[in-house]
């Protein structure tokens, strides 16, 4: 049971896992819709003002791309195995499997967090910010899973590259998100 939960990419990947993941984010991206909150990086998740159901799509799609796509390059300087896009694609997906949880302590926090002024925050806020911290912990820990299964990678080379791959999958994926963000307030 222990390895489902952090390293479920030896038993599902590809098409199969792509398939799993992209309905979980659909559910997410539905929680988070009703919640306010917004995926608008590869590892961030905040409250936010409600938004057309578009951009939620839009936040998702680049919070799971941005680290598949730079996983992806990684790995042709890092792996000296033969790899796939659609696994890496796949089991990036299952591994943001945990953000369902955040969107669902999101709408679950909704009504509070939409009676406090803008710049308060009480034990319940802070509360919710510690609770939400475990699935984005978790995910990480599924995202280097899937990235060191995806490319056959071990040891410093895994990390270092796995460590440096998800701050430029970070960097691209919010400022992806201003960019879309701009052209929506045009």
Known sequence: MKKWLYNPFVYIAGSQALVAGSIIMIVTLLCAYYGNMHFNGAIDAHFGS?????????????????????????????????????????TIAVARAPMLLVAIIALLSKNHMQTLNHNEID????????????????????????????????????????????????????????????????
């Open 50 to 90: 409600p938004q057309p159901l578009v951009i939620y799509f839009l936040e998702q799609l680049i919070a799971w791309g941005s680290p598949v796509v730079v996983f992806y390059a990684l790995a042709f300087f890092l792996s000296r195995s033969n790899f796939r896009f659609i696994d890496i694609a796949g």
């Open 123 to 186: 034990g319940i806020v802070i509360a919710i910010g510690l609770l939400m911290l475990l699935p984005l912990i978790w995910m990480i820990t599924l995202m280097y899973n899937a990235f060191t299964v995806s490319f056959n990678l071990k040891g410093t080379k895994a990390v270092a590259g796995f460590i440096g791959g998800l701050i430029l999958a970070e960097i691209i994926s919010i400022l992806l998100n201003q960019l879309l963000q701009h052209y929506i307030h045009l």
